[in-house]
């Protein structure tokens, strides 16, 4: 039984190893953002979809792009429009003759058919295009002309958003939203992130992104997310933090002045899944409650609606995050 457990524990440092030269290979082309990709790891190590949301200019785009090229698997990018369809997305039956002349209907899969999706300004298309994603993001199956169509595994979602506050924008619904594991903020670079920036993008061009890690690898990573152990007591305070979250039962001042709609249980799913998958990136076989603070802003920021107050006052999300934290004693 002792071979066989050292036998996973060697098996887990090699491939979390893999980690550290996937992030190498990134970081050719991508300048900081380092807890950005944190939580963009994390999201794939808890088979989780990912929205990263940033103004124009902060390779969003890039570093989703680089994370499939260091990552042997299939890759599509969906550019939203606000003239995309559904079946741009799904796609569409057409009709085609056999060598008997006989005419039938076929299925040609559209660019969701991939394991990993970069769905790229995906708040530029209107509600309609944007529900087209809903069963497949929960699901992991398309379903059309009444047959179910399965996705390869693994597969994520990774998509970028421009802040809502620009024009031509569609805010996701929250049904959607819900959907993805993670929401993660793209700032501005540091002084020097940013002079580094300017000399790598306008000299010579940086090596090619080479492929580090494969899909069963991935896989098999993803399976011993699952397995990381949390305490009971862990449990416990994200369950409470994800109750103190809802106005109409909550013992914290900021969440009854500043919110209308508390997270629902997925929420809380989503801070202990992500809070493994942090464990095991850093190389621990056990959640500690610095896994949780790392993950339960991106985990918990989209799963709350703000009221008129809140946005009069100049109150986010995060700031009430904070204290939920100390109200559940996640220390």
């Known amino acids: 039984m002792n071979e066989d457990l050292k036998k996973i524990e060697q098996e887990i440092t090699e491939l979390t190893g893999k980690l550290s030269e996937l992030k190498r290979e990134i970081h050719k082309v991508i300048v900081g953002q380092e807890e950005v990709l944190d939580q963009l790891i994390v999201a ?3 088979s989780g979809h990912i929205l990263v949301e940033g103004m124009p ?14 990552l042997s698997l299939d890759f599509k990018r969906i550019q ?15 009709i085609e003759e056999d060598e008997h002349g006989h005419k039938k ?7 969701i058919f991939s394991n990993i999706v970069l769905a790229d300004e995906i ?4 509600p309609k295009t944007q529900a087209a994603l809903l069963e497949v993001m929960q699901e992991y199956s398309v379903t059309y002309g009444g047959t179910e169509y399965a996705m390869d595994r693994p597969f994520f979602i990774l998509a970028t958003q421009n802040p809502v506050e620009q024009s031509g924008t569609f805010p996701l619904p929250e049904a959607q939203t819900d959907r993805f594991l ?3 903020l793209i700032g501005y670079p540091s002084e020097s992130e940013e002079t580094q920036i300017l000399k790598q993008t306008t000299g010579k061009r940086p090596d090619a992104i080479k492929p580090v890690m494969s899909g069963e690898e991935l896989f098999k990573l993803q399976q011993y997310t699952r397995d990381i152990h949390i305490e009971d007591e862990l449990i416990e305070k994200v369950s409470k933090l994800v109750r103190l979250s809802r106005p109409e039962s909550s013992a914290v001042d900021e969440v009854k ?8 249980p997925r929420a809380g799913q989503s801070i202990i899944l992500a809070a493994k998958a942090h464990a095991l990136m850093n190389g621990r076989l056990s959640v500690v409650p610095m896994d949780i603070k790392s993950v339960v802003y991106p985990a918990m920021r989209h799963r709350m609606i703000l ?17 939920l934290i100390d109200a559940a004693k996640i220390v």
């Not at 995309?84 to 039956?93: C, Q, R, S």
């Not at 209907?105 to 660019?111: C, E, I, L, S, T």
């Not at 002045?257 to 629902?264: E, K, P, R, S, V």
């Open 182 to 184: 993670l929401y993660v």
């Open 80 to 94: 939203f429009t606000p003239d995309l369809m559904p079946t741009d997305i799904l796609g569409t039956e057409v």
């Open 123 to 126: 708040n530029r298309t209107p």
């Open 44 to 46: 794939m190590l808890a």
């Open 105 to 111: 209907f076929k299925y040609n899969k559209g660019p």
């Open 307 to 323: 009221n008129f107050r809140a946005e009069s006052e100049g109150i986010n999300t995060d700031q009430v995050i904070k204290e």
């Open 257 to 264: 002045n500043y919110i209308d709609f508390g997270a629902g």
């Open 57 to 70: 200019g902060l390779a969003k785009t890039l570093m989703i792009k680089s994370i499939s090229q260091a």
